[in-house]
């Protein structure tokens, strides 16, 4: 089962809704493109065919999300502890650095440079790691590059 906050429900039921937008214009697209006559070598109709496909790949993907993710419920989580949501400050007990990390359900795919969080999947090493994790605690990340340790520092 797939876990996800109310946040990212929200967004995704944004996106969603941005995606079935444009259903018409990519419909009308393909009209015009249709058209100008001979569809074999018409490459504004196929690259606008090949745009739905993706397009409506990506809704079912969404759609099917959805369906099937559970919120979360962090009302029940202890305040100290990290879960789906949480802004943790890590500090790497290596170099002594400190950073912050989000858990999240799924990667919201954007790299918002606005922010001074990383974004970490609870899927992912680092995720798996900091689940269910509490302020002093040390975790291990098997990352592709060797094991990182990190000592939770705060949970926002």
């Keep these: 089962m797939d876990f996800i906050t109310a946040d990212e429900k929200q967004q995704l039921a944004k ?6 937008a444009k259903r018409p214009e990519l419909s009308q697209r393909i009209g015009e493109a249709r058209a100008l006559g001979d569809l074999s070598e018409n490459a504004e109709y196929h690259a606008a065919r090949e745009e739905q496909g ?4 990506e809704i079912r993907r969404i759609e099917q999300r959805l369906k099937h993710a559970k919120v979360a419920d962090t009302s029940i989580v202890p305040q100290d502890m990290v879960f789906l949501g ?11 650095s400190e950073e912050l990390y ?3 359900g799924e990667s919201s795919g954007s790299f918002n440079l606005d922010t001074d969080e990383i974004e970490v999947t609870a899927g992912s090493p680092m995720g798996e790691a900091l689940m269910k994790a509490r302020v002093g605690d040390a975790v291990k990340v098997d990352l592709p590059h060797g094991i990182k340790r990190f000592k939770v520092v705060q949970i926002q």
């Design 102 to 104: 989000r858990l999240v």
């Design 86 to 96: 949480s802004v943790v400050m890590l500090r790497d007990l290596e170099s002594g």
């Design 15 to 20: 996106k969603l809704d941005q995606m079935k």
């Design 54 to 57: 993706l397009l409506e790949a």
